[in-house]
């Protein structure tokens, strides 16, 4: 490799290690890195191993042998690890568990966005006390201001995503490397947080991790390719543009292309789990009440309306896609169904034609029948459970805990899912911090589906996923008997629904059939 002296970073040889892993020997990639940044290039890394280069290129992980991976255009008094941030998205911010977000004791134990956004920064990378033109310059960039003291656990996931990325840029890192920069964010904010990362002066410089169905912002002049062997293309934009059209064509045509997924048989068993499903009783007049009701619903917060007057009938086995910018009301409205929003005992919300009240009806009750899965749940899914504990733990409602009395009909069934994606032994025995993002997805929509729920809400349940996975989900859900609610800001992360409900602000909402 030429000796350029300014390069950015550099593995020559270099095989990666995660020492905290059991498996210490193990390296992370089959071959040794070869690969180098230039100051002036703008590199995007896909594939399906993007998260281990993207940590290896934000010096974690160990690097053997121990000049294998250099950061020349660093002083040699800075420590790698001291003057880069590594940002990743995997939801909203976490915390203890999926209701807090909306309770309302919260301003003893919480923190503004703004304190948020600042955390630490006293003791900021370079120890700099913290430079407040930056701050309001970076609030503004990112349209954050007006939620400075909002409390930050109640940001909108698109919100809070935006906050991560303020709160890492205040920090003046030299080098920015962000994994999925774009995921849960609409069009508007998308766009927004694009502009802002290529108007970064040079330092930061930035390295971003798309997924291959991403659109490549056009400010990207490079792109890696990574799997498990290592890096398997690399080159300028242009360069690897048809290998990535063959790519994006592969995993479009999933299925009609069978290697390492589901066989026809094993597809044939999920169906049968799912004629297994009960279906609704008419009333005695032979009509079907709605699975669910909203009449004249509203919620705000300290005031600010955020849902007003809101009606919306929702009938058995009907599949919708619930549309609207960040911060329209979207997980509001999920949380309502799900009764983890205080204002759920709301007589004007009903289910199978029952308004709901306290004492009559329990949050156990009502998710008896309902399946979710969303970035609120994602981030507080505790990291040592199996995907087949994870799968599993959807047979009890509000529960983490691995239920140790399955039946053999429920064992069979997690069986059948695991198998109609392919998910091999070994993987299913693996704890949920080892699986890639997209694995852990996906147990979590498994877990969702597992117990045929009559309704079941995919809140971004699919955005994370590879292509090939959200297909083989689609797949599943257009035999799904049940309703489906699902959020998502792109259309092909999104099953096929038959209506959609979009919330433009409150008050204005448009429901209609896709
Ligand atoms: N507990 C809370 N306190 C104050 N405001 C809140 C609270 N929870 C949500 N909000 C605000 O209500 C609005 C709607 O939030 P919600 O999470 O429902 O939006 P969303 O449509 O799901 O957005 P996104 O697409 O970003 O996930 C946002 O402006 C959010 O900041």
Redesign the pocket.
């Known amino acids: 490799m030429a000796a350029v002296t300014n390069q950015l970073i550099r593995f020559e040889g270099a095989t990666l290690k995660n020492f905290l892993s059991v498996k210490d020997s193990v390296s992370l990639f089959k071959t040794p890195l070869n690969f180098q940044i230039l100051p002036n290039e703008k590199w995007a890394i896909l594939g399906p191993e993007k998260s281990t280069l993207l940590k290896a290129i934000a010096s974690k992980y160990i690097a053997e042998p121990p000049l294998s991976r250099t950061y020349p255009f660093l002083h040699q008094t800075q420590w790698p690890s001291e003057v880069i941030q590594f940002l990743e998205f995997k939801g ?1 911010l976490p915390t203890a568990h999926l209701a807090a ?3 309302f004791f ?1 301003d003893e134990f919480d923190q503004t966005t703004r304190n948020f956004v600042l955390g630490h920064s006293m003791n900021n990378l370079h120890s700099k006390p913290i430079d407040y033109e930056l701050v309001e310059r970076v609030f503004e960039q990112l349209q954050l201001s007006g ?1 400075e003291d ?2 930050a ?8 995503r935006r906050a991560r990325l303020a709160k890492a840029l205040i920090k003046e890192p030299k080098l920015l490397v962000v994994d999925d920069p774009f995921l ?1 964010l ?1 069009p508007e904010a998308s766009e927004l947080v694009s502009g802002v990362l290529k108007d970064l002066p040079p330092h930061p410089h930035v390295v971003l991790g798309l997924r291959y169905q991403d659109e490549i912002p056009k400010w990207i002049t490079h792109l890696a390719f990574v799997d498990k062997t290592g890096i398997i293309n690399q080159g300028t934009c242009e360069e690897l543009s048809s290998v990535l059209e063959q790519v994006r064509d592969r995993a479009h045509h999933w299925n009609n292309n069978n290697t390492n997924t589901a066989s026809k048989t094993q597809r044939q068993s999920v169906e049968k789990i799912i004629q297994t499903f009960k279906p609704p009783h008419p009333d005695a007049t032979g009509n079907l009440t709605p699975l669910l009701q909203f009449k004249n619903v509203s919620v705000s ?2 005031g ?1 309306p ?1 849902i007003t007057d809101l009606s919306w009938e929702v009938q058995h086995g009907s599949k919708w896609h619930v549309q ?10 999920l ?1 309502l169904i799900t009764a983890d929003h205080p204002q759920s005992w709301n007589s004007s919300i009903e289910m199978y034609g029952e308004p709901r009240r306290t004492g009559k009806h329990s949050f156990f009750g009502i998710n008896e029948s309902i399946g979710f899965s969303s ?1 609120e749940l994602h981030s507080i899914f505790p990291n040592s459970r199996t995907f087949y504990e994870t799968v599993a733990t959807g047979f009890i409602v509000g529960s983490f805990i691995t239920p140790t009395d399955l039946t053999n009909v429920e064992k069979q069934r997690i069986q059948t899912y695991l198998e109609s994606f392919g998910i091999t032994a070994e993987q299913a025995q693996t704890p949920f911090r080892e699986l890639s993002i997209s694995d852990q997805k996906l147990a979590l929509f498994i877990r969702a589906i597992i117990k045929n729920p009559d309704l079941l809400i995919l ?2 349940a699919l955005s994370v996923m590879e292509q090939a996975r959200i297909e083989q989900c689609k797949e599943i859900l257009k035999g799904f008997p049940g309703a489906v609610l699902a ?1 998502g ?1 792109i259309e092909q992360e999104v099953p096929q629904c038959d209506h959609f409900i979009k ?1 433009i602000r409150p008050g204005e909402y448009i429901i209609g059939d896709k």
Do not use: C, F, M
């Open positions: 909203v977000r909306y309770e919260k939620l909002r409390w656990l109640g940001l909108s996931n698109g919100q809070s849960g609409d917060y300290r600010a955020v609207g910018n960040n911060g329209a009301g979207k997980s509001t409205l949380s970035p809140d971004e959020i800001h919330l």
